[in-house]
């Protein structure tokens, strides 16, 4: 049904003059009512060619007193609309965005009617291998468009999670709410096989568990983990401190890259050794000899900076009762404790002159050069397990053998990052780092066990590790060593099996752990390279911030799908418009002027733009806003009833 025509075409806008007999901005047609006169709603006109050209009502305007000059077209009204063209329905019914061939002047405009946004929304059914998807399994229902009222919006399942995804918007405006429905709707689907979904949700504020308490359907199970706290039908979470790495133990002791990676590099592997010393197996004579080789090396450093028999004996022995301090410290060992003993009776000083005993004493020293050198050389191996009760230890061995090498200030150099050791060592919020099982092989092993990844048994298809009661430096360092460790397994994939059991991160409040600085803790932020290189091993974000003007760069442009919700920052508003890629003006008046629960969906999951109300998540989380008068005031309704 015609409504008005063309008077003006502009690049970006037409000016459309509505017939005389179009009294109402409301038509039915075929029993269906159709709004097409207030902002927001679409209409349509066609090029030469004879393709629609699908338009969106951005202005109403009445022009009373304006002169007769249109009558002869009929277009004697006195109300206009300003429309803006999205894209272009063909006559093969195939929708694309943008205009190749502009309307001319006086070219009817349209009602889109139910079926034109059926072509527009729903293109061709995603074809398989072996058949073609229903209909019911290739979307999931998202909401009701604000657009056509009372029109259903789906989102195409494949092209919704085949890419990163950001949902973003002002706490408050829905957010959590739409990524619960999300999962609720994917994981209630029928035919939803164990195999085939990998989900895990770092959940920043506690609220999921509501939302996921109760079985999605039969085939799909939900693990709950929480850090360091034990709570009813939650697991306990860890994450083994001996399966980080060494620049996430870097960035976690905030350690500079130059002078400190070398210092904790070797903290690292003499902990491993002590470990083997004291962990009374087969090969502890080897470290033994080891032990005994490195302190000979640290005396004799010192008796050959020293410069009088005086300052170098005096070092020594207090190399000698540190050691000492160590050993009984971390463990009794006899033998190492002789071997002390012996060396500290070579010390002794006659008016100043030591007469070389402790040099002889050391070069007569009888000990398996190879042996030691060998094992010197031996590096700590991903996935090695280490008591971390040693790291104190190695580090005072590493103290000592620079301060014997000249280094007098590297106690100085390293104090933070020993006091951040201290931190680890001490502070309860480290405790599910510390108290992790030591069973753990390697990484896989681990992802096996906790998460189901690289299992045959693929149970526990969503989990959400609620990290609500961790600080924001292991809040940072959990998620991504875990990310790391599951990217890591990823990339390992060949062939097909990269395309087999997708694994998708969800990131709660993604801005505390992904900022567009260099201020995060690791280096290089993982989520970056996640976001750059994951999909082609199959591994996806899905990232969820309130404050998008300080999430990377990088991550919120390699997205390709956007859920936003209200935001009214001017700051966050400006950063979402210079990162992404097709992003408009009129956008930030949408994004304003939406209320909690609604949202601006573009991106690859929606052929146009689309504004949606967010359907309900049932049973929605726990992210409802306190309401402060029912909580201040508690007036039994009989008494207020009494007063009238």
């Known amino acids: 049904m015609n409504i008005g025509k063309i008077i003006s075409v502009e690049y970006d806008k037409f000016r459309v003059k509505l017939f005389h007999t179009t009294k109402n901005s409301t038509v039915s047609l075929n029993g269906q009512i159709y709004y097409f006169g207030n902002i927001g709603s679409f209409l349509k006109t066609q090029n030469a060619t004879g393709d629609s ?7 109403v305007l009445d022009h009373s007193t304006e002169s007769k000059m249109f009558s002869s077209y009929n277009l004697d009204s006195a109300r206009e609309l300003v429309i803006k063209p999205i894209g272009t329905l063909s006559k093969s019914n195939e929708f694309f965005m943008g205009v190749g061939i502009f309307p001319s002047i006086y070219t009817d405009v349209a009602i889109v009617t139910i079926d034109d946004i059926k072509h527009v ?17 290739d979307s999931i229902e998202i909401g009701i468009s604000k657009n056509m009222i009372n029109y259903k919006i789906n989102l195409n399942i494949n092209k919704l999670f085949n890419i990163h995804t950001a949902v973003l918007g002002n706490s408050g405006s829905g957010k959590s709410n739409t990524i619960a429905h999300i999962l609720q709707e994917v994981y209630r689907k029928e035919g939803n096989h164990a195999d085939g979904a990998k989900t895990v949700l770092f959940d920043v504020n506690g609220e999921y568990y509501k939302a996921f308490a109760d079985d999605l359907s039969p085939n799909i199970s939900t693990k709950f983990y929480k850090p360091n706290i034990v709570e009813k039908n939650k697991t306990q979470f860890f994450l083994p401190y001996y399966l980080m790495n060494l620049d996430e133990w870097l960035a976690f002791l905030m350690a500079s890259e130059r002078t400190q990676k070398p210092f904790w590099d070797r903290v690292l592997q003499e902990c491993f050794k002590f470990y083997k010393i004291f962990q009374g197996d087969e090969v502890d004579e080897i470290y033994m000899n080891y032990f005994q080789w490195k302190i000979r090396n ?14 170098k004996i005096t070092a020594a022995q207090g190399v000698l009762i540190k050691c000492k301090d160590i050993i009984e410290e ?23 002159d030591n ?9 007569k020293l009888e000990l398996d050069e190879e042996s030691a050198l060998e094992t010197n050389s031996k590096r700590l191996k991903p996935g090695d397990y280490f008591d971390y009760q040693f790291l104190k230890t190695a580090v005072d061995i590493v103290l000592l053998e620079e301060e014997a090498r000249g280094n007098s200030r590297i106690r100085e150099f390293t104090s933070t990052m020993l006091s951040r050791l201290d931190y680890f060592l001490n502070n309860p919020d480290c405790d599910f780092m510390r108290n992790a099982s030591s069973d753990y092989k390697n990484e896989e092993d681990y992802l096996k066990d906790c998460f189901g990844i690289a299992s045959d048994d693929n149970s526990n298809q969503l989990i959400i590790v609620d990290s609500s009661e961790v600080g924001t430096d292991v809040l940072e360092l959990m998620t991504s060593v875990v990310s790391r460790m599951i990217f890591d397994y990823r990339k390992k994939k060949q062939g097909d099996d990269r395309r087999k059991q997708p694994v998708h991160l969800i990131l709660d409040e993604a801005h505390r752990y992904i900022k567009k600085d260099a201020e995060y803790i690791l280096k290089e932020n993982i989520f970056e390279r996640i976001a750059r290189e994951g ?5 996806y974000l899905l990232i969820s911030s309130q404050r998008p003007s300080e999430l990377s760069s990088t991550v919120l442009s390699q997205c390709g799908n956007y ?22 003006d009129d956008y930030t008046t949408k994004i304003k002027q939406s209320v909690p629960g609604e949202s601006l969906i573009f991106g690859n999951c929606v052929p146009m733009p689309l504004q949606v109300k967010i359907h309900k998540a049932k049973p929605d989380p726990n992210s409802e ?17 009494e007063n009238y």
Request: hydrophobic fraction near 35%.
């Open 355 to 363: 007469h070389g005993k402790l040099s002889d004493y050391l070069t």
């Open 330 to 352: 971390v463990g009794q060992n006899e033998d190492l404790i002789e071997f002390l003993d012996d060396v500290n009776k070579h010390c002794s000083i006659s008016f100043g």
């Open 53 to 59: 050209i699908i338009c969106e009502v951005v202005a």
């Open 535 to 539: 999909r082609k091993f199959s591994l």
């Open 121 to 137: 929304l729903s293109p061709s059914k995603t074809i398989s291998e072996d058949k073609k998807l229903d209909g019911v399994h």
């Open 563 to 584: 859920i936003i919700h209200r935001i009214q920052n001017e700051i966050d508003m400006k950063y979402i418009y210079s990162v992404l890629p097709y992003y408009s």
């Open 625 to 641: 806003n306190c309401d402060i008068s029912k909580e201040w005031f508690q007036i039994e309704v009989n008494k207020t009833l």
């Open 298 to 311: 640290i005396l004799r450093n010192i008796i050959a900076k020293a410069e009088s028999d005086t300052s």
